[in-house]
């Protein structure tokens, strides 16, 4: 059990385009998800976390306007990197909470963006 | 701020060898999970640690929380090349979020 998908697993993509990431519990309801940012051999970066139906919350230095985070329902939430630039190439992965374990994250396997 | 130092930051050794990684905080945590992360993959839940002094064992990984809830450590015994990672520990406070250690990068050589 607690299984969540990331799609895609990598993307390359041209600079001022945008790519969405998408994020799915397949087997319990999330009712809080975490996007993280992670720079090769380092710890991950909490970018922002979501809780369904509200708007997301950025940690500081996050900017919410080139990172789209959209929680639309209990299984799903989406990232949209906007008007991609190379320094936004990077391992994004996605977690997700079971409201009914309260403290548990299961992450997503993760997917590497490569801006050009 | 709320900080989970981890350590050692690297550790390479041998085949067989025993390691111990570390977690401490001045904060007290509700409850600390360990993860394991290979390269190009998302982190996987090893163990979740909630009662101060638990003990949990996992094959030849025992995991540690303190009698006081603000430490943890990850002992494994006679380490092989598959235990190669990243080890993560993430400690939970209550409300929505989760603090991470900076990593321990375990490598173990055949």
């Known amino acids: 059990g607690a299984v969540v998908s990331q799609h895609p697993s990598w993307v390359i993509c041209k600079s001022g385009t945008s790519v969405k990431i998408e994020c799915r519990s397949l087997?319990?309801?999330?009712?809080?998800m975490f996007w993280y940012r992670q720079f090769p051999k380092q710890s991950l970066m909490l970018m922002a976390t979501?809780?369904?139906?509200?708007?997301?919350?950025?940690e500081q230095g996050v900017e919410k306007d080139k990172f789209l985070i959209n929680h639309a329902s209990l299984t799903l939430s989406t990232l949209t990197v906007t008007s991609a630039h190379p320094e936004d190439s990077s391992f994004y992965i996605c977690s997700a909470r079971d409201g009914t374990t309260r403290y548990e994250q299961y992450f997503g396997p993760g997917t590497r963006l490569t801006v050009t | 701020t709320q900080l989970l130092e981890q350590s050692p930051q690297f550790l390479s050794i041998q085949e067989g060898e025993n390691l111990t990684v570390y977690c401490n905080s001045s904060?007290?945590?509700?409850?600390l999970q360990w993860y394991r992360q290979e390269p190009g993959e998302g982190p996987v839940l090893l163990v979740t640690v909630v009662t101060g002094g638990e003990v949990k064992k996992l094959k030849r990984l025992t995991f540690q929380f303190g009698d006081a809830r603000k430490d943890s450590s990850l002992h494994i015994t006679a380490a092989q090349p598959g235990d190669t990672g990243l080890y993560l520990c993430a400690g939970y406070t209550g409300g929505f979020k989760t603090i991470f250690g900076a990593g321990t990068r375990l490598f173990v050589k055949a």
């Open positions: 904060s007290v945590f509700s409850s």
């Open positions: 087997d319990f309801q999330a009712t809080t």
């Open positions: 979501s809780n369904e139906g509200s708007k997301a919350t950025y």
